[in-house]
């Protein structure tokens, strides 16, 4: 003979109630780990892309590079439009190394995304190109001005 299934007692009903709060609060409780984790790993974000902002994307501080007069005449110009440039840095680099060409004086403009070559004799194509992939950039094109 089977038992009747009766009335549930007013303990297992208690206790079912019980066992799902504390299953939300469980829940509750992993999803706030979750958001505090989210929060200081976003956090730390925002500041480092801050610092980055102040001392530039590729590390350290902004050294000034000295302006660099053409020895001779001024025979010609070229704009040569860089990828890949993103802050002082970046710009810094590219113009040191386009300033290591003799004859050739480089102002880069990192909004625009092109350096100025100035230019006391001719300066072949491939020679700007080989001096902006030294400070690992490309160059996209050159225009002789």
């Known amino acids: 003979m089977q038992a009747e299934a009766g009335p549930v007692s007013s303990e297992r009903r208690t206790g079912d109630f019980r066992g799902r709060m504390l299953t939300e609060e469980g829940e509750n409780m992993g999803n706030l780990i979750i958001l505090a984790v989210v929060a200081v790993g976003l956090f730390f974000a925002v500041r480092g892309m801050i610092k980055r ?56 403009n990192l909004k625009k995304k092109i350096a100025v070559v100035s230019m006391s004799r001719m300066v072949e194509d491939e020679e700007l190109i080989r001096a902006v992939e030294r400070a690992d950039f490309k160059v996209v094109k050159i225009e002789t001005v």
């Open 53 to 108: 902002g102040k001392n530039g994307c590729c590390g350290g501080s902004v050294p000034k590079v000295p302006e660099k007069k053409l020895e001779g005449e001024k025979i010609g110009e070229k704009i040569v439009t860089i990828e890949g440039m993103h802050c002082e840095n970046c710009k810094n680099s590219v113009e040191r190394q386009l300033n290591r060409i003799d004859g050739a004086a480089a102002r880069v």
